[in-house]
Every structure is written in C-alpha cells, then in structure tokens.
C-alpha cells in the first residue's frame, strides 16, 4: 500500500494516520541537518536518510533523518537499527514526537540518539544512552554545541538553522 501511495502514513499506538505536508521552514531545518550528517558519513559505514526511508520496529514512521550503520536490512523500504533519529516538530505532531515516538523509540535496542528540534525557536532537545544504556535528556537553546553519536561528529545549533 504504501509503496503506491501519494500520502505517507505512519502507525502510531495502533492506528494509521496519514502525514501532513511540511512548511518550508520545518524543510530547512531537516535539510542542514541531513547535510551536516550526510557529509560527515561519507565514505564509512553509516547511511543518511532524510523523510522517506520507514523505521520499522513494531512502529512505522518517518523520521525527518535517520541514520544507520551496519549491515543493510532485506527491505529496502525501512530501517530497522538506527542509531540516531531526528524529528522536527511542529504543532500538529510535537505531542506524538515528544510522548508516543519517544517512549517507542527508546524501545529500539541500537538507537543511541533521539534528537527533537524545535522550528520557531533554536532549540534541540536531545535524548541520548549513556555507556550504561540509561536515557538521559539534555536540551540546548540559542546557542551550543552537542556531540553526535553516528557519524562520531558535533552540531551546533547555528548550522542546524542556518539561513533561517
């Protein structure tokens, strides 16, 4: 179905609801970070997806970017084992983004990042496994730095909203 659809869908807490259409702003802010990982992954193991690629682990969605590293899965459809997922919010979706896809990534046993990003305001909300595998929360807001698990690189909230 959805490989013939012109609206995506993604399955949240049991139901099927299709996704709305993106400002150009929202687009803006996946596009830098897409490029900032997507350079950084260039020629080593990790692979970049920005918007159609599903993450599939009892949940379907996608994510703005994904990143994965790895061995590919069968499908070429979804990825399985990300490492690192990042989602823009916006009013429609910040409480599906914040609650549901937040407790369902943290459930995916080789994710090491969830980053949300905020359009109105230069904000990231990073959620990340320390060495022990616990979940720990740190946000940023107007300025900084933070590390990124995969590709092994930094982001600063001045490239992730540059232009804008």
Known sequence: MEKTATVRHEYVAGEVYAMTGASRRHNRIAGNVYRRLADAAAGGPCRVYMETVKL??????YPEVMVACG????????EDAPCLVVEVVS???????RREKLAA???????KAYLILEQERMRVERHFRDE????LRADLV???RFSVPCPEMSLALAEIYEGL
């Open 56 to 61: 599939r682990k009892d949940i379907f969605y």
């Open 71 to 78: 061995s590919e899965p069968e499908n070429p459809y979804y």
């Open 91 to 97: 009013p429609s979706t910040e409480s599906t983004d």
């Open 105 to 111: 990534y943290k459930r995916v046993p080789g994710l």
């Open 132 to 135: 022990e595998g616990a979940w």
């Open 142 to 144: 107007e300025e900084g």
